[in-house]
């Protein structure tokens, strides 16, 4: 994997690797909602993600990491990861 991507996690057997060569994207943050398969976050945040609870307003048990967003999900994520999550097809901008 190329040094500028990290993984935030795994949607059934496949990583999600987010590019994170031009920084992580703005403090706004996107909504997504996810396909029939959950969403699992690693379970150590790459270096310079944020609590996501503590910033988008998502409850904590779905909001960080080591947790599973079940499929189906609309929640909010930083610019960098909704477009790895919607580029790969398990997402959709909501």
Do not use: K
Not at 1 to 7: K, T
């Amino acid at each position: 994997m190329n040094a500028s991507y990290v993984q935030t996690g795994t949607v059934g057997a496949t990583a999600v690797n987010v590019d994170v060569a031009n920084g992580i994207g703005s403090d706004v943050a996107v909504a997504v909602t996810l396909g029939a398969t959950a969403y699992v976050l690693v379970n150590s945040r790459p270096p310079g993600f944020p609590l996501r609870y503590s910033w988008t307003g998502a409850a904590a048990d779905l909001g960080d990491a080591g947790r599973t967003v079940p499929g189906g999900t609309r929640f909010y994520c930083l610019s960098c990861e909704a477009s790895a999550l919607v580029g790969a097809g398990f997402a959709s901008y909501s």
